[in-house]
């Protein structure tokens, strides 16, 4: 296999940018999917940066994704909101969604939006970390299509439902939990098919409930519903994978329930028929302005302290450092500007593909 090539982040996120406006993305919007994928690249989440850009492509030429994204505000307080994305760009939906929450939460303390009929919003961290940059705390949650077996079962119910959760600190970088309520999300398994890696044993199971590793063959049955991830924990309760479990139906309500929208597996992608049709995802926000509670400098250094503490305990044998959420993210973007972006061969003919359907020019150097 070819080595790995990097190409710089200015002209991944241009070649974004290129491509969701030739998809007739307007460019304001365009802007906006195309930070949220580079935010991911930057931070070293490579599942959902440039290499989900074919994902949207196909989305959008299927028709399961509207490149103009027209927000309805369905219903709206002082500090609460519910949209409707009528099944636009979720990362512009999202962005539109925390927004509010956090200018909601700068007037009264608190801002909580929840979204319906949205699509992809790409990292649940990004929106987090919009609340954390505005000298905020701040939740996101989306649900998604059904991949993850419930404990003691095998047939997918429940989306991969990010926690995300970012918190201001002193130090050079900001508390961020960004993970999936499974083992692994099928970001995850489709970069393992595209390098050509076998999946660990325990991330994925068929449906008998027998653990499975060919991760193109898994893409395929997911696709037929003959697979599942594991939630956190994995399976059965030796390891608690009911807490993993229990928290993606958490995500689920939350992204549902208060916003009146779809869920599990109405969010397939296809009628009972088999045809296509939007996905119809859901999201949470919420905004909590910290000096609503105690001045945010306090706030700053003791979420700064709590971090150090844990980074500064004992480390165990044969370890030399102990990170918090957010730390090797921040650490990774230094070196991914510097270096580029890392772009295999397979992702390679993904852009190429791309590029020359929508007859995009001047990136032939790069790709």
Not at 38 to 61: F, Q, T
Not at 216 to 233: D, N, T
Not at 279 to 306: D, K, W
Request: net charge negative; glycine share 12%; charged share 20%.
């Amino acid at each position: 296999m070819k080595e790995l090539q990097y190409i710089p982040v200015h002209v991944i996120q241009s070649f974004m940018v290129d491509t969701f406006v030739a998809l007739g993305t307007p460019l304001e919007d365009a802007r906006i999917c195309a930070e949220v994928l580079i935010a991911s690249d930057l931070r070293g989440i490579e599942s959902h940066g440039i290499g989900r850009l074919k994902y949207y492509y196909d989305r959008i030429v299927s028709g399961r994704h509207l490149t103009r994204t027209e927000i309805e505000v369905v219903q709206e307080t002082e500090t609460t909101a519910v949209i409707d994305g009528h099944h636009g760009m979720g990362h512009v939906i999202a962005h539109r969604a925390m927004s509010m929450a956090i200018d909601k939460a700068g007037q009264h303390g608190l801002g909580a939006v929840s979204v319906r009929n949205s699509t992809h919003f790409g990292i649940a961290g990004y929106y987090a970390l919009m609340a954390a940059e505005a000298g905020m705390m701040g939740f996101a949650f989306t649900n998604a299509r059904p991949s993850i077996a419930p404990t003691f079962g095998s047939e997918p119910m429940l989306g991969t439902n990010p926690i995300a959760f970012a918190a201001p600190s002193d130090g050079d970088f900001p508390f961020c939990f960004d993970g999936a309520t499974s083992i692994a999300q099928r970001g995850k398994v489709e970069v393992a098919a595209r390098t050509g890696k076998p999946l660990p044993e325990g991330w994925v199971i068929d449906r008998d409930g027998n653990p499975a590793t060919d991760a193109p063959q898994i893409l395929r049955e997911m696709e037929r519903g003959h697979a599942a991830l594991l939630p956190l924990g994995g399976a059965g309760e030796l390891y608690a994978g009911y807490k993993g479990y229990d928290l993606a139906t958490l995500v689920e309500i939350l992204s549902a329930s208060l916003s009146g929208g779809a869920f599990m597996k109405e969010l397939l992608g296809t009628t009972l028929d088999g045809a296509r049709r939007p996905y119809m995802l859901g999201h949470f926000f919420l905004a909590i302005n910290i000096q609503h509670f105690v001045p945010l400098e306090q706030s700053r250094q003791i979420t700064g302290c709590i971090m150090r503490a844990l980074q500064e305990s004992r480390k165990a044998t044969g370890h030399d450092a102990i990170l918090v959420a957010g730390e090797k993210e921040h650490r990774n973007q230094a070196v991914v500007r510097r270096r580029g972006i890392p772009v295999n061969p397979s992702l390679v003919l993904e852009l190429q593909t791309v590029r020359d359907a929508l007859g995009i020019r001047g990136y032939e150097g790069h790709f």
